[in-house]
């Protein structure tokens, strides 16, 4: 095996030139690196230039998202040897504005997240100092979905989102599942106002390319299927049985 492969670079420099251009660094072949080590190889020794998001390097804060070789991944977690002997092309993701070089633009993503209302709703509120108890079969019935990191790589993923822009989208959808489906939340009803329009749960066509890229598993695609199925049912028992229709 080479000592050495090819990683061929989105570069976007919108100060310097109007369209963007890929440019080719030769890095050491490591059996123990990642794309990212090799980014930061690049950054630290070759082309400090090169901009780029990271963090945590261990696969949680979820901001080192990128297009390698077409697929979108955690650069954190993908072995630079599996692309070996290369060249490896190193894109930011799909689907989004690109800031600069790898950067992207994530406020569409942020916009659409906040409107999920990704936290616990209380509508009967009791005494400040009452504990909300939890089974263990409770937990787990929302645990997957609270795994999401926001890397975005479902929405680089994603054929819908890539096509109609105002979708919701699947991290934000799969998060509104993990506090739909928390015993502690009362803020079903509002989600469901609020993603039941024509940009929201039903856009999605299940594909899902969005869940086989999650490194989390959080499995967004099912999540979207199971929220569709909850609502049907909830729009049939007020059509049916209007004296119990929700408040």
């Known amino acids: 095996?080479?000592?050495?492969?090819?990683?061929e670079v989105f570069r976007y420099r919108p100060d310097e030139a109007s369209e963007p251009v890929f440019q080719s660094y030769e890095v050491p072949l490591h059996k123990d690196w990642v794309i990212l080590d090799a980014l930061n190889y690049i950054k630290d020794q070759l082309d400090g230039t090169l901009s780029y998001r990271w963090s945590c390097r261990m696969g949680v804060c979820g901001s080192c998202g990128m297009m390698v070789n077409g697929k979108p991944?955690?650069?954190?977690?993908?072995?630079?040897?599996?692309?070996a002997p290369g060249p490896v092309r190193i894109e930011p993701l799909e689907n989004f504005p690109v800031v600069r070089d790898l950067i992207i633009d994530m406020s569409d993503f942020l916009h659409k997240l906040k409107q999920v209302k990704p936290w616990i709703i209380r509508e009967e509120e009791e005494a400040p100092d009452k504990e909300y108890l939890q089974t263990p079969s409770q937990l787990?019935?929302?645990?997957?979905?609270?795994?999401?990191?926001?890397?975005?790589?479902?929405?680089?993923?994603?054929?819908?989102?890539?096509?109609?822009?105002?979708?919701?989208?699947?991290?934000?959808?799969?998060?509104?599942?993990?506090?739909n489906m928390d015993n502690r939340d009362q803020g079903n009803r509002q989600r469901m106002e609020a993603l039941s329009h024509d940009h929201g749960m039903w856009q999605c066509t299940f594909v899902g390319d969005?869940?086989?890229?999650?490194?989390?598993?959080?499995?967004?695609?099912?999540a979207i299927q199971r929220y569709k199925v909850e609502t049907a049912t909830h729009w049939w028992k007020n059509l049916l049985l209007p004296w119990g229709k929700d408040k």
Request: aromatic residues 12%.
């Open 140 to 179: 787990a019935d929302y645990k997957p979905y609270s795994m999401c990191i926001n890397c975005m790589l479902c929405y680089a993923a994603c054929p819908v989102y890539g096509l109609e822009p105002d979708f919701v989208g699947p991290a934000a959808l799969a998060l509104a599942q993990r506090y």
């Open 210 to 222: 969005c869940s086989a890229v999650c490194p989390k598993n959080v499995d967004p695609a099912g």
């Open 73 to 83: 991944v955690l650069t954190c977690a993908a072995f630079v040897e599996k692309y």
């Open 1 to 7: 095996m080479a000592d050495t492969i090819t990683l």
